[in-house]
């Protein structure tokens, strides 16, 4: 079992950032990918920005935007957000993918762009 817990989320203006964190605890699995996934209001969940195995996929709506980048010694997975505009307003899930192919979800965490 993996235990995901998300921080950093939070309200704020329009050109502004934030940065969400992502902690992994538990077993000793070893984890193969930890990515970002969002809900906007309404829709459906979707990906993000994913690293794994020194890669990193982005969805086009955030390219050049934000930057996610990975710990691996404290299996902490981040997302640098840059230049916020209110589409980008959701709640923010991150997710690892173990060598296994298990996959685990975190809790989720708002993030809310408006002034």
């Known amino acids: 079992q993996v235990q995901l817990v998300e921080s950093g989320g939070g309200l704020v203006q329009p050109g502004g950032s934030l940065r969400l964190s992502c902690a992994a605890s538990g077993s000793r699995v070893s984890i193969y990918a930890m990515g970002w996934h969002r809900r906007p209001p309404g829709k459906q969940r979707d990906m993000v920005a994913i690293?794994?195995?020194?890669?990193?996929n982005y969805a086009d709506s955030v390219k050049g935007r934000f930057t996610i980048s990975r710990d691996n010694a404290k299996n902490t997975v981040y997302l640098q957000m840059n230049n916020l505009n209110p589409e980008d307003t959701a709640v923010y899930y991150c997710?690892?993918?173990?060598?296994?192919?298990?996959?685990?979800w975190g809790q989720g965490i708002q993030v809310t762009v408006s002034s």
């Open positions: 997710n690892a993918v173990t060598v296994g192919s298990s996959t685990y």
């Open positions: 690293a794994s195995s020194g890669n990193t």
